[in-house]
């Protein structure tokens, strides 16, 4: 079992662009999670996921960020329009049940 | 409100000394208490959960109601210790949620 896997590892957008960031759980796990961590902060909930289903997105923003996990493929974080202030690690975690999750290594995203 | 703190950015102690990384806690109900480790280039790792009961590493926390804490001690400190140290609590969501708090980075001095 690889873990959870996360792509790509480091990702640079320009003001403006859209950025997608990949999770793939580990196998048989069906909970994904994502996580933000700004510069000199801990880790804060977005949104958890199950398959085809957003159980909680409490802690998404608004506007311009989405997360989708579909029945076959990775889990999706999407941000439009990135701004400075997205520039972040975005973390991934995934469990089997209702367990404490296992994290992905992390995407790093900055934003020109 | 759920909430998360840990009051040392940085921890330094030498090899061989006891280590005490402090965690309190806010929350109304029943917390479940988490620490995770992140060692250099490596991913979140769970370290310890206090319904477990258990020592990893060496590690183990106990969590304590009345002062709100969840403090991780190790009571021989080693170089391979150094990392950062994230607390964590999950409310009645389960462990889908997880709070944070900012974290300790831990240097065992030689």
């Known amino acids: 079992n690889a873990g959870v896997m996360q792509n790509p590892r480091h990702l640079v957008r320009r003001r403006g662009q859209e950025a997608r960031l990949r999770c793939s759980p580990m196998?048989?796990?069906?909970?994904v999670y994502w996580y933000r961590q700004l510069p000199e902060e801990g880790l804060k909930f977005m949104v958890y996921?199950?398959?085809?289903?957003?159980?909680?997105e409490s802690g998404m923003p608004k506007e311009r960020f989405s997360a989708e996990f579909p029945k076959e493929g990775p889990s999706i974080l999407r941000i439009q329009q990135v701004v400075r202030g997205d520039s972040a690690a975005y973390f991934c975690?995934?469990?089997?049940?209702?367990?404490?999750?296992?994290f992905g290594p992390g995407t790093r995203l900055t934003v020109l | 409100a759920q909430r998360v703190t840990q009051p040392e950015k940085l921890l330094s102690v030498f090899k061989g000394a006891p280590v005490e990384l402090k965690c309190n806690y806010s929350?109304?109900?029943?917390?479940?208490l988490f620490w995770y480790v992140q060692y250099s280039r490596q991913r979140l790792q769970l370290l310890l959960r206090?319904?477990s009961r258990e020592s990893i590493k060496g590690f183990t926390a106990d969590l304590n109601k009345g002062e709100t804490s969840f403090h991780l001690k190790k009571p021989f400190a080693q170089e391979e210790d150094s990392a950062m140290y994230y607390c964590?609590?999950?409310?009645?969501?389960?462990?889908?949620?997880?709070?944070f708090g900012q974290g300790t980075r831990l240097t065992i001095n030689p």
């Open positions: 964590a609590l999950s409310g009645i969501q389960g462990a889908q949620k997880l709070v």
């Open positions: 929350y109304s109900g029943s917390p479940e």
């Open positions: 996921l199950q398959k085809e289903n957003i159980i909680d």
């Open positions: 196998k048989g796990h069906s909970h």
């Open positions: 206090h319904i």
């Open positions: 975690a995934s469990s089997p049940d209702r367990l404490a999750p296992f």
